[in-house]
């Protein structure tokens, strides 16, 4: 009978409870989702920043590290970067000559405050530099990369390193013709030495992007007990450019 049919009433009832049903769900879904980890500024001056970022692998890290400015500047000292060649290249000129990724002027600036960014960093997050300067032929210099401390290995990833560029965001790299592709700056190779110390290499970076990404796994406790100190970073101390 017709005592049996829903009327309008209950079968608008029926969807207020299943749409409330639903709203409650996507609440606790987003209740229970990570939150976005917010930059952090641990440095800023000019050009040049260092701060606390998200960090897309955050459950491998190892956070809040402790590494002293001195263990820093230790291990960035004996990190090296050379023009990536190809074969052609490398059969006409030879292998491009290694040079320090860090002057120590630079060092100065970073361990002190990757220390400190480490110390305060949560395994969510990672720490960002990113070093500029105007150079005397007018353009922009700049080496940036980030850090972070999983168990026993020290990943430092470098995206740009004493790569000039006109001031400003660097327009340069983006092909003229598609100015919506970017070209990417000259491609270098990266390594930590003693190369014993360097448990991986990995390279890559962002479809589209104008930096590459060179990532070094350093197995830092092992090195720091067998590399000479980086002098001048002691508390109190610094070291002249």
Same mark, same amino acid.
């Given at each position: %009978?017709?005592?049996?049919?829903?009327?309008?009433?209950?079968?608008?009832?029926?969807? %207020? +409870?299943?749409?409330?049903?639903?709203?409650?769900?996507?609440?606790?879904?987003?209740?229970?989702?990570?939150?976005?980890?917010?930059? +952090?500024?641990?440095?800023?001056?000019?050009?040049?920043?260092?701060?606390?970022?998200?960090?897309?692998?955050?459950?491998?890290?190892?956070?809040?590290?402790?590494?002293?400015?001195?263990?820093?500047?230790?291990?960035?000292?004996?990190?090296?970067?050379?023009?990536?060649?190809?074969?052609?290249?490398?059969?006409?000129? /030879?292998?491009?000559?290694?040079?320090?990724?860090?002057?120590?002027?630079?060092?100065?600036?970073?361990?002190?405050?990757?220390? %400190?960014?480490?110390?305060?960093?949560?395994?969510?997050?990672?720490?960002?530099?990113?070093?500029?300067?105007?150079?005397?032929?007018?353009?922009?210099?700049?080496?940036? /990369?980030?850090?972070?401390?999983? /168990?026993?290995?020290?990943?430092?990833?470098?995206?740009?390193?004493?790569?000039?560029?006109?001031?400003?965001?660097?327009?340069? +790299?983006?092909?003229?013709? %598609?100015?919506?592709?970017?070209?990417?700056?000259?491609?270098?190779?990266?390594?930590?030495?003693?190369?014993?110390?360097?448990? +991986?290499?990995?390279?890559? /970076?962002?479809?589209?992007?104008?930096?590459?990404?060179?990532?070094?796994?350093?197995?830092?406790?092992?090195?720091?007990?067998?590399?000479?100190?980086?002098?001048?970073?002691?508390?109190?101390?610094?070291?002249?450019?």
């Amino acid at each position: %009978m017709n005592s049996a049919t829903p009327t309008t009433s209950q079968r608008n009832t029926w969807a %207020m +409870k299943g749409l409330l049903f639903f709203a409650g769900l996507t609440i606790l879904a987003g209740c229970a989702t990570q939150p976005v980890s917010v930059p +952090k500024a641990i440095y800023e001056s000019g050009l040049n920043t260092i701060r606390l970022e998200g960090d897309p692998d955050s459950s491998v890290n190892s956070h809040p590290a402790t590494l002293t400015a001195t263990e820093i500047g230790t291990l960035l000292r004996n990190v090296r970067v050379w023009e990536r060649r190809n074969a052609i290249h490398r059969l006409l000129s /030879g292998q491009a000559d290694r040079t320090r990724a860090f002057r120590d002027e630079e060092i100065v600036l970073l361990a002190p405050h990757l220390s %400190m960014g480490l110390a305060q960093a949560t395994a969510a997050q990672r720490v960002h530099f990113r070093l500029s300067h105007a150079t005397d032929q007018g353009e922009e210099e700049t080496t940036a /990369g980030w850090l972070s401390v999983r /168990g026993n290995i020290l990943v430092l990833a470098l995206n740009e390193v004493h790569d000039r560029h006109s001031p400003g965001p660097d327009i340069s +790299k983006y092909d003229r013709q %598609m100015p919506n592709v970017p070209e990417r700056s000259a491609a270098f190779d990266a390594a930590f030495e003693p190369e014993e110390y360097l448990a +991986k290499v990995s390279s890559g /970076g962002r479809l589209f992007a104008p930096d590459q990404q060179e990532e070094l796994h350093i197995r830092f406790r092992e090195a720091l007990a067998a590399l000479p100190v980086y002098p001048g970073l002691e508390q109190g101390r610094q070291l002249r450019p």
